[in-house]
């Protein structure tokens, strides 16, 4: 973290130009790059430092919501999946969902990552699992992903 203009910054190193765009045509390890994530667009060259200011930080910031099955939901689950699974789909295909996925240990649940705390309040309003009772908790958490 750095300050800028009395500001909390996040500071990036440019590492890898996997995917990335050059704009000399030159090879990843001299061309200048465009670091692209999530809506932000810099011109860096590799092994250089691009600085985000907390406006742009929030692109960092995903929200988690956390799934666990209600006790003896286990038939609600199977009833309900491919309704819940073809909302899971448009909100992926709506690139509002990153990732999704189930525990493999106890209890059993899930876990999912969404862009935007709204995104996760949409998805929870017309959720098939919450409103059918196949889940028993479940909680949002702000997660600060680290570069």
Same mark, same amino acid.
């Given at each position: 973290?750095?300050?800028?203009?009395?500001?909390? /910054? +996040?500071? *990036?190193?440019?590492?890898?130009?996997?995917?990335?765009?050059?704009?000399? @045509?030159?090879?990843? #390890?001299? &061309?200048?790059?465009?670091?692209?994530?999530?809506?932000?667009?810099?011109?860096?060259?590799?092994?250089?430092?691009?600085?985000?200011?907390?406006?742009?930080?929030?692109?960092?910031?995903?929200?988690?919501?956390?799934?666990?099955?209600?006790?003896? /939901? +286990?038939? *609600?689950?199977?009833?309900?999946?491919?309704?819940?699974?073809?909302?899971? @789909?448009?909100?992926? #295909?709506? &690139?509002?969902?990153?990732?999704?996925?189930?525990?493999?240990?106890?209890?059993?649940?899930?876990?999912?990552?969404?862009?935007?705390?709204?995104?996760?309040?949409?998805?929870?309003?017309?959720?098939?699992?919450?409103?059918?009772?196949?889940?028993? /908790?479940?909680?949002?958490?702000?997660?600060?992903?680290?570069?």
């Amino acid at each position: 973290m750095a300050r800028v203009n009395g500001s909390a /910054a +996040a500071i *990036l190193r440019v590492r890898s130009c996997t995917g990335a765009r050059h704009d000399s @045509g030159g090879d990843s #390890q001299s &061309g200048s790059v465009c670091v692209s994530h999530e809506g932000l667009d810099r011109q860096a060259h590799l092994g250089s430092y691009v600085i985000l200011m907390p406006e742009e930080r929030n692109h960092l910031v995903k929200y988690v919501l956390f799934y666990e099955l209600a006790d003896g /939901a +286990a038939a *609600l689950a199977q009833q309900h999946f491919p309704a819940h699974a073809a909302r899971l @789909g448009d909100f992926q #295909q709506r &690139g509002l969902l990153l990732m999704v996925g189930t525990f493999t240990d106890p209890p059993v649940g899930a876990m999912a990552v969404f862009i935007s705390r709204e995104a996760v309040d949409e998805f929870m309003a017309d959720d098939p699992f919450l409103s059918h009772g196949v889940v028993g /908790a479940h909680r949002v958490r702000e997660w600060n992903l680290q570069p």
